[in-house]
Nanobody, 115 residues
């Protein structure tokens, strides 16, 4: 059964750092990998993506603070989050798409930033 194993969330003070990781299991021919987040009462939004060709994209609200990277040998995607702000508090979800367009989601990991 396909599974995305996420880790790295937690509680941190403003200005602190966290690193999220996501390791897909039993997904072959991975194309895009990325992270989304959903804050309470808000819609899920894109945070960052990484293509199999190495291109990355981060949304403006986290640019310069968050970095997405991936280890293709380990089939793992990371999200390094620095200079965290209270408004970054959300459930963060890993997203993976294979070359056939199938999309998979992780169970989500809570990130809470205290002021």
């Amino acid at each position: 059964q396909v599974k995305l194993v996420e880790s790295g969330g937690g509680l941190v003070q403003a200005g602190g750092s966290l690193r999220l990781s996501c390791a897909p299991r039993d997904i072959v021919s991975i194309n895009d990998m990325g992270w989304y987040r959903q804050a309470p009462g808000k819609q899920r939004e894109l945070v960052a993506t990484s293509t199999s060709g190495g291109r990355t994209n981060t949304v403006e609200s986290v640019k310069g603070r968050f970095t997405i990277s991936r280890d293709n040998a380990k089939n793992t995607v990371y999200l390094q989050m620095n200079s965290l702000k209270p408004e970054d508090t959300a459930v963060y979800y890993c997203n993976v798409r294979d070359i056939w367009g199938h999309e998979y989601w992780g169970q989500g990991t809570q990130v809470t930033v205290s002021s």
